[in-house]
């Protein structure tokens, strides 16, 4: 009983360190300088405008900081950064560069994409609630969407993409 209870345990240790260097390979696949172009609107029902950003990302085995400028109308620029940390396959962090003020991110991974609740520190479009999705979509590409609930409709709508290549 003693060396079947060693082997599961065996087994479920093998399989923990198995799932973290999965994640870790993943993380350190989104490691570099990004740029590209998006769209953002300012709140659901605003109109959209075009964007040109440009992204570092610093990657560790347990954590992805993403820090950025993000340029509309060649009059607004905005500073980014999300700070994740990943515990198992929980991701948890903060989110700086909406007029609310820094935010807070919960979520988990499912294949190519971090799928993150942003919890905002203030009412943005009647709630405090959106999701945030960073996506591994090709070797050298990430996209960035923000989704928030129309406070009139309750559909879920697209209030930022943003589409980058390694640079």
């Not at 998006?38 to 570092?56: A, E, K, L, Q, Y």
Request: one cysteine or more; a positive charge; proline letters at 2%.
């Amino acid at each position: 009983m003693k060396s079947a209870a060693g082997l599961l345990f065996a087994a479920c240790l093998l399989g923990a360190t198995g799932a973290h260097a999965e994640e870790a390979s993943f993380l350190r696949s989104l490691q570099g300088k990004f740029a590209g172009n998006g769209t953002v609107r300012i709140r659901t029902d605003s109109p959209v405008m075009n964007i040109s950003c440009t992204f570092t990302s610093d990657a560790t085995a347990t954590s992805l900081s993403l820090d950025g400028s993000c340029r509309a109308m060649l009059l607004m620029t905005r500073e980014i950064r999300a700070d994740l940390k990943t515990s198992g396959d929980a991701y948890s962090g903060t989110y700086v560069g909406s007029r609310s003020g820094p935010a807070g991110l919960s979520g988990s991974r499912v294949g190519n994409a971090i799928n993150l609740d942003i919890h905002w520190a203030k009412l943005v479009n009647g709630d405090r609630d959106a999701e945030l999705t960073v996506e591994k979509t090709g070797a050298d590409a990430m996209r960035l969407t923000v989704t928030d609930a129309d406070p009139k409709t309750g559909k879920m709508v697209v209030t930022s993409r943003i589409d980058l290549k390694r640079s």
